[in-house]
């Protein structure tokens, strides 16, 4: 008991010096700690305070969709404070070194300097900048001088220029980022010294940096070892690289988005390590069964495989069979794949995502059972797979986020039923001829997720649902070209960005919520004459807008000055067809991005506001139809992207003289000022600068918008003697119409120079003298109207070789002579010369006697020979009036709007762009996945 009790007291002992030593040394120990592996050299301190100053915070120099979560980390770095605990920062425990540098989506906003303090952070060995805004900077050669960095990500920061020589010099570098950087470009010579330097690459990424000069075969000479390889959309060119089995690491590798050619070679099989792939939108490469069979067999680690838009057309589809049961997105949209698509792939228990969208010989059947549960994306548009929206497939895709059905064999469909997916983000069910109501049922209060739907050509009738207007995250209302009546109801939230109702029978009033919906961008109520009252002032706080079409209704009122300067963003504004009042308004602002301006066919009067002229992006203007007084608006001149103005039926009058400035019009291409009280000779001098009207584009080119949005314009106009409209205005037409007006004088021979013209109308003015023997010279001609004036002397034998020529009225004049015989001339009847007592012709029913006998001039054409005509020339019909192929984003006039195969006519340009946005969301669902480079 004597020894338990020593030994008691002993322990206690040691356990209060041992409690006493740690609470006298832990200051000190702590101190030391502190100042031997934490505290960060002064000067590195001062050099990272130096860098935060060179920057501002800015919350929109940032991806939205890369920085999830952004947070400006150089806040917390404050004088006085450890560097080494700053957000971001890390250090080397011992010696107090900055290695480390993360500063991605950190909102900097500025240049980055060759002087810039972050280059005397010598010891680092880890850098990202990524997802910043560098405002153009360049990338400084000093960045070659951090010789102990393994990992540098420059990625999305707005940078430019070229890539310096010196990043070769990071020869310890494991991983390279400078992807997303539009403004960036890397010479050959450049990349040789990347390749031939990096050998410890790993990761590659540069997608979006400009390579078009470097050669595809070069790549060969990057590191066998590499893992990931990121090139998308580098503008790679020439043949795809023939030996791409060499890097047997890779996991990683997307090279889409390019202009490679050739087959993908048959050593891919030799890249059993691949993980992901994507060569996407190469549209002039091809996959041979061969080399797909051995992908197929070998590849059994994909999880992810993206061929959209490389030719497969001759992959048996059935071939798809053999793909690996672990894959969890597969995209073989618009391969060119025919015949029936294997069902099992359905089946595939990881699938998360499958875009089979544009093969239209796709066929087969899409399963309503053993789905996999983890389905999440899902396009079958524009294929032939039957699918039965019915209650067994819909109980099964409950993970679906995202569901593409447009222009789809549904063979039968219970939409009520969709209601039940409440996952879903994005519903395309357009262009299906679906007939009756949209049942309200779908949204039932379950729909709270939908940010997308495109119910767009189809047959449904009846009002619109109440639902639709309740949705809550709804962005995207795409119901246009169907049968739908009633008036739009009040939305109950602000979430709009797209709202496209056109081609319906609504009526009332546009319902005032409309204009709280602060993120609208486009905003298309096109309604067959059915929406009345006055434009409220109120749209003007939607500065965001981009599109405006309120065309084809009966909306009244002036238009609201607020228009002309209110976003300088809007792009497209379509008021015609209304009955709209007052003037044009005169306060269009410098820095604007007008583009489409058609005020046509309403009740304007004044003159024409020279504000216009600050809109220098305008490319079409019609204002025919009004009431607008006047001269000749000179001004528009210097509008130097214009290619079509009409100013049609207005009461515009005087002498039009000519071009006041150097290239006036040169790129115009209809120009229409027919039904004025114009007077004078005609306006030779506008001849000799109409460029556009003399060269001919072979090419069947739609109006494109200088922002690369695909712009669709229609436009009413007088073709071979009848009001149509022309739903889609290719840049290959050329327009001149200038009757029914004043003009006196003779034809001036210059007009001959106007070679690609199809339509030529000077028909109702008061024009003498002969007409002009070098009208035979525009050999593109497809109607001619001369009718109606005081024209003397024969009809010009060289327009018998106008080979095109359909439509001929020079009627009402006072012609003689012989009429010319065979070609076109041969088939015209006496409606086209009536009213000329001295023409004589059988086309008249008039023997021609003596020297009057038709004959046929010398030509240099070979007789009987078309064909060099026809590929000069163009031939084409117009449309009557109607919708053409297009969507968004009108009848008399023009209009732009994009997305492809989302809304209509006008709506071509606008759709585009939305379609683009669409397909980025889809970008978005993938985030599920690895990141896009």
């Keep these: 008991m004597g020894f338990s009790l020593c030994l008691s007291q002993s322990l206690s002992l040691f356990l209060f010096l041992f409690h006493f030593h740690s609470t006298i040394s832990s200051p000190l120990s702590s101190n030391y700690s502190s100042s031997s592996s934490h505290l960060c050299a002064h000067h590195q301190s001062l ?56 500063l991605s989506c950190s909102m900097l906003y500025g240049t980055l300097r060759p002087n810039n303090s972050l280059f005397s952070l010598h010891n680092l060995q880890q850098l990202d900048l990524s997802f910043n805004d560098f405002n153009t900077s360049h990338i400084s050669s000093r960045f070659g001088h951090f010789s102990s960095l393994t990992h540098l990500n420059l990625s999305g920061s707005d940078l430019a220029g070229q890539v310096p020589l010196e990043v070769s010099h990071l020869s310890k570098l494991v991983s390279l980022d400078l992807s997303s950087n539009y403004g960036l470009s890397l010479e050959p010579i450049c990349f040789d010294k990347l390749v031939r330097n990096l050998t410890k690459l790993r990761e590659l990424y540069l997608s979006r940096v400009n390579m078009s000069l470097v050669v595809p075969d070069s790549l060969m000479n990057l590191s066998s070892s590499l893992s990931s390889l990121k090139l998308k959309g580098c503008g790679l060119q020439g043949k795809f690289p023939s030996s791409m089995g060499r890097f047997k690491h890779l996991q990683y590798l997307d090279l889409g988005w390019n202009s490679l050619t050739g087959s993908i070679p048959y050593d891919f099989e030799q890249l059993t390590e691949l993980v992901s792939l994507c060569l996407s939108k190469n549209f002039y490469l091809s996959l041979e069964p061969i080399s797909f069979d051995k992908i197929v067999q070998n590849l059994t680690k994909l999880r992810e495989v993206n061929l959209a838009f490389v030719n497969m057309s001759l992959v048996a589809s059935n071939s798809l069979t053999n793909l690996s049961s672990s894959l969890s997105s597969l995209s073989l949209s618009n391969c060119g794949l025919q015949g029936k698509f294997p069902g099992n792939i359905f089946l ?129 209302l795409d119901l246009h070209n169907n049968n739908l009546i009633g008036s739009i109801s009040e939305f109950q939230h602000d979430s709009l960005v797209y709202l496209h109702l ?5 009526h009332g009033t546009i319902p005032s919520s409309i204009f709280k919906q602060e993120n609208l961008e486009a905003l298309l109520l096109v309604s067959n004459s059915k929406l009345t009252g006055e434009i409220s002032s109120s749209i003007c706080k939607l500065r965001f807008l981009e599109v405006l079409d309120l065309s084809d209704n009966s909306l009244s009122g002036s238009i609201p000055l607020c228009l002309g300067n209110f976003s300088s963003k809007l792009s497209v504004l379509h008021l015609g067809m209304n009955n709209l009042q007052g003037t044009i308004p005169s306060t269009f602002s410098k820095g604007n991005s007008l583009e489409y301006l058609d005020l046509n066919g309403n009740e304007l009067e004044g003159e024409i506001s020279p504000s216009i002229i600050n809109c220098t992006m305008l490319e079409v203007l019609d204002l025919g139809n009004n009431k607008i007084e006047g001269t000749f608006p000179y001004f528009l001149e210097m509008l130097s992207k214009l290619q079509i103005l009409v100013l049609k039926s207005n009461k515009l009058q005087g002498f039009v003289k000519g071009p006041t400035a150097y290239n006036s019009f040169f790129k115009l291409w209809i120009f229409d000022i027919s039904g004025n009280n114009f007077s004078g000779p005609l306006p030779t001098r506008y001849f000799n600068t109409l460029e556009a009207m003399m060269t001919s584009d072979k090419n069947m080119i739609y109006l494109n918008s200088t922002n690369h949005i695909v712009c669709v314009h229609s436009i009413e106009m007088t073709w071979k003697g009848v009001e149509i409209v022309f739903p889609r205005i290719r840049s290959t037409i050329r327009i001149l119409d200038l009757s029914s007006n004043s003009f006196t004088g003779e034809i001036p021979k210059v007009i001959g120079k106007l070679k690609a013209l199809q339509q030529l109308n000077l028909s109702h003015n008061f024009l003498t003298g002969h007409i002009q023997s070098s009208l035979g010279n525009l050999t593109n001609l497809e109607s001619l109207d001369l009718s109606s004036n005081l024209l003397t002397g024969r009809i010009p034998m060289q327009m018998a070789y106008l080979t095109f020529l359909s439509t001929l009225n020079l009627s009402h004049n006072q012609l003689e002579g012989p009429i010319p015989s065979g070609k076109q001339f041969n088939t015209f009847d006496a409606r086209s010369f009536e009213g000329n007592s001295g023409l004589c012709g059988f086309q008249v029913l008039k023997e021609c006697y003596g020297d009057e006998a038709p004959s046929l001039p010398p030509s240099s054409f070979n007789e009987g020979d078309d064909s060099t005509l026809f590929e000069e020339g163009f031939g084409w019909k117009a449309v009557t009036i109607g919708y053409g192929c297009g969507f968004v984003f009108g009848v008399a006039t023009g209009y732009v709007v994009c997305r492809t195969k989302k809304p209509s006519w006008f709506l071509r340009m606008v759709e585009d762009k939305w379609k683009l946005k669409s397909k980025n969301t889809k970008k978005n669902f993938r985030r599920y996945g690895a990141r896009r480079n």
């Design 348 to 476: 595939l228990p990881n699938l998360e995502s499958l875009y089979l969208s544009s093969n239209e010989g796709l066929t087969g059947s899409f399963p309503s059972s053993n789905l996999s549960n983890v389905l999440s994306l899902l396009d079958l548009s524009n294929t032939r797979i039957s699918v039965y929206l019915e209650n067994d497939l819909i109980s099964n895709l409950k993970s679906l986020k995202y569901m593409s059905l447009s222009n789809c064999n549904i063979i039968r469909s219970d939409l009520a039923l969709l209601g039940s997916l409440t996952q879903l983000i994005y519903l395309d069910l357009s262009s299906n001829n679906f007939i009756g109501e949209i049942p309200s049922s779908i949204g039932n209060n379950t729909l709270s997720n939908l940010q997308y739907l495109y119910l767009f050509d189809n047959f449904f009738n009846g009002t619109i649902p109440s639902f639709l207007f309740a949705l809550p995250s709804l962005q995207y």
């Design 502 to 506: 056109s081609k319906n029978y609504l």
């Design 47 to 102: 050099s990272l305070l130096q860098f935060k100053q060179s920057f501002s915070i800015n919350s929109s120099a940032l991806s939205e969709y890369y920085c999830q979560y952004p947070f400006p980390k150089t806040e917390s770095w404050k004088e006085g404070t450890d560097c080494c605990l700053w957000d971001g920062v890390t250090c080397d425990l011992k010696t107090g070194h900055v290695t480390g540098l993360d």
